[in-house]
């Protein structure tokens, strides 16, 4: 099982918007079981799944997790038959994000391109940073056609790596958390749930590269 955590201290930065979409995206794309679990206690991800099963719809599925059973529990869902696991954070920096940092395979940062939000990040890198976990930016919420939108681009590229496709300001991506259906089960071929399937295949992607360069460093090793 793989381990996605999605985290920025930023509040409102779309955090939780990604987690679910990517996750059914995953889904959709045949990769799953996929599970989503939530250690921000605003609980969005958790109620989003409480609206989904009212809405008929059982996958991706939800799985509680408290941290002081963090191990244990990426144990037993791996040996359940996880495919992969999605973890919604709090808009924090600090000790539980740190301890989740260092069990993920990856770390997703959201990031809306503009000033204020390049300059927040400056607050809660250092700490993802120190984890030593691979991480990528995806730049979210985009507006096209802003000037921002290249030049943060440019910057992060120079912090760590950009994923290549961005995740845009779409009114099919706000209305997710009414109603617990994401833009891949309402127009499955739109535009949304398109870019959707690109931004998860990027995420696969880094994810073998890192797998990749883990089997070579041991090798280097040996
Ligand atoms: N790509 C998008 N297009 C349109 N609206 C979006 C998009 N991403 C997020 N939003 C909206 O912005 C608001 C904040 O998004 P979200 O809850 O995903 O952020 P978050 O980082 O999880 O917030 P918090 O830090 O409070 O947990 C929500 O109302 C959501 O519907
Ligand atoms: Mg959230």
């Known amino acids: ?25 995953a889904e959709a794309a045949g ?32 799985a509680p997790l408290a941290l002081s059973e963090l191990a244990t529990k990426l144990k037993a869902l791996d040996a359940a038959g996880a495919a992969y696991l999605f973890i919604d954070t709090a808009p924090s920096v600090g000790a539980v994000n740190a301890e989740l940092f260092a069990a993920a395979d990856l770390i997703l940062v959201p990031l809306n391109p503009t000033p204020a939000d390049l ?21 979210a919420r985009v507006r096209p056609n802003l000037r921002n939108n290249d030049g943060t681009a440019m910057a992060l590229d120079a912090l760590g ?9 779409r009114v099919i991506y706000a209305e997710t958390f009414a109603h617990g259906k994401t833009a891949v089960d309402i127009d499955p071929s739109g535009v949304a749930a398109t870019e959707l399937a690109s931004l998860w295949q990027s995420v696969k992607h880094r994810l073998n590269e890192n797998e990749k360069m883990v089997i070579l460093e041991s090798e280097k090793a040996a």
Do not use: C
């Open 119 to 139: 300059r927040a990040l400056v607050k809660g890198l250092p700490l993802i940073k120190k984890s030593a976990t691979p991480f990528s930016f995806v730049l």
């Open 161 to 169: 790596l950009v994923l290549p496709t961005r995740m845009h300001e």
């Open 1 to 25: 099982m793989k381990t996605i955590v999605i985290a920025n201290q930023k509040g409102g930065s779309g955090k939780s918007t990604l987690t679910v979409h990517l996750a059914a995206a």
């Open 31 to 62: 990769d799953g079981p996929v599970v989503i679990t939530d250690t921000d206690p605003q609980g969005t991800a958790g109620d989003w799944f409480n609206q989904r099963k009212k809405a008929g719809l059982a996958t991706p599925r939800y």
